[in-house]
């Protein structure tokens, strides 16, 4: 049973507003201020509500884990063909995950009240980073180790936005692994971190 670990924030919406505006800013530190060094499949923080105003815990069985390293079996033969078993992956956690804590719901970008299990880009970040950090411990990943959150802000012109990243090892490439595009369970948009920082978005595609 799934049950709230700690909320930060009142549920009133002037202080849901706050994160949803200005919350969206930051970038390396988000881990600091919201990682969950301890996780593991069987326990680990999920943030939703704006800001990471909100922590949910959730587990996966055996079988579910299991379910997802299939995903990487049999091991993909480039840096390319892994990046797209990632993407797989972070929506295959992110449906299991959203069924446990009622962020199923949780809808494409974010909207200035979406709720308590609305998830922005920050949630988003630390959640994937998190996803992203149960995988490599697992040693599914063999290109790739997991980089920073990445942030873009206003000096584009644009929402200032956080995503996670990995880093290809052959090359040190940074790719953004940025589920706040979709909705939950949808894959992730992947893309070069010097592209996605240009303000890209999949209607750029």
């Known amino acids: 049973m799934v049950k709230m670990v700690k909320a930060r924030l009142a549920r009133l919406k002037p202080l849901l507003l706050a994160p949803a505006l200005a919350g969206c800013t930051t970038g390396a530190s988000l881990m600091a201020l919201h990682g969950d060094p301890d996780m593991s499949f069987s326990g680990f923080h999920v943030c939703h509500g704006y800001g990471c105003s909100f922590e949910s815990k959730a587990a996966l069985s055996a079988e579910e884990v299991s379910g997802i390293g299939a995903i990487f079996r049999p091991p993909p033969a480039s840096a390319e063909e892994e990046r797209a078993r990632i993407g797989a ?3 295959r956690v992110e449906t299991l995950v959203g069924t446990q804590i009622g962020t199923s719901a949780d809808e494409a970008g974010a909207g200035p009240f979406g709720g308590i299990k609305q998830q922005d880009c920050i949630d988003e970040a630390v959640n994937t980073t998190h996803y992203l950090t149960l995988m490599e411990r697992a040693g599914w990943l063999a290109f790739h180790r997991v980089g920073e959150p990445a942030h873009r802000g206003i000096d584009i012109g644009r929402w200032p936005h956080n995503t996670a990243t990995v880093i290809e090892t052959a090359s040190g490439r940074r790719y953004v692994i940025d589920s706040w595009f979709h909705a939950n369970g949808e894959a992730p948009e992947i893309v070069p971190v010097e592209l996605w ?9």
């Open 89 to 91: 992956a972070v929506a």
């Open 197 to 205: 920082a240009t303000g890209w978005g999949p209607e750029k595609r």
